[in-house]
């Protein structure tokens, strides 16, 4: 005589009330899901044109200037000249960031104390080119031992005029 | 045709009562869960709606944006707010620093009252949002005339970028 067994059917789960709820959910969060995320630089203004601040302070010998022009991307100290010689030439791309970061970082190294630069760009540079050199005057990633970290160099920036070229 | 036995007729009414479609949806809901939880985390609270038509240049800034005034200038027009108030063009021929719709506009703004005091501080800043393309002569009248309307305090709006 054959064993008796229960004749077991598989059990039916009730999820179609779930799967409603997450194909709405779905596209619901899809749609509303950011990819992008924002940030903001914030600007310090130069001071308008006054002698008084304009001074040669002697605690702070430095006052870095960097300059975006139409080729070229150049360092200055305002009180002592270039800084760097000859200038930071452009990429077909736009500015050459990573030169230009290292040349900030080794500034910053002489300097530590320093939190000022000036950005001074040229009528026609585009802004997304004048970002990028904030960018790079700003902050960057450093190597300490392993790891990279991402350091401030110069962080108070103010955006201005490019000085003209004197034919 | 012979009549069914009776146990032949149990299994036929079995089988035509059982009409569940059994679909195999654990891996569906396993995907779909995880999807859930994924777009969850990722809704944030942005402050800045980015706009379609302005191409934003992106930065290593970690900075947190802040409700302040917006200003945005794409390549055809300067809106504040989401009302458009000057045309690049225009803004480009004037010879001045200054543009004098979006001044008329900005003290407009800048004449509402601050209803709470711990918006004070923020109500004199202006979030500028460019396209990456503008040339940097646009930019400078526009902050120009931000600042002569009293908003001193610029920060520009960027996309995050994290590879350095």
Known sequence: ?167 | MKPLTPLQRRKERKSRNENALDMNLVSLIDVFTLLIFFLMSNVGVETLASARAVQLPESMSQKAPKETLLVVVTANEILVGSNVVANVADALAVPDDMIQPLKAALDVEAAREVIRKENEADSKRVTIMGDKDIPYRLLKKVMVTAARAGYSDVSFAVRQRFEP
């Open chain 1, 1 to 167: 005589m054959p064993a008796r067994r229960l004749k077991k059917t598989p059990a039916h789960l009730e999820i179609t009330a779930f799967i409603n709820l997450i194909v709405v959910l779905v596209p619901f969060l899809l749609s509303v899901a950011v990819f992008t995320h924002l940030a903001v630089i914030d600007l310090s203004l130069p001071a308008q044109s006054n002698e008084q601040i304009q001074k040669l302070d002697p605690d702070k010998p430095l006052k870095l200037e960097v300059i975006v022009r139409k080729g070229w991307v150049e360092v200055n100290d305002k009180h002592g000249g270039r800084l760097i010689d000859p200038p930071i030439p452009n990429l077909v791309t736009g500015p050459d960031v990573k030169t230009l970061s290292a040349t900030i970082e080794a500034i910053k190294l002489k300097y530590p104390q320093h939190d000022d630069a000036s950005v001074l760009a040229e009528n026609d540079i585009p802004y997304d080119a004048l970002v990028q050199v904030m960018d790079a005057v700003r902050a960057g990633h450093q190597v300490q031992g392993k790891e990279l970290v991402f350091t401030d160099y110069f962080p108070n920036i103010s955006v201005g005029d490019a000085p003209v070229i004197r034919q």
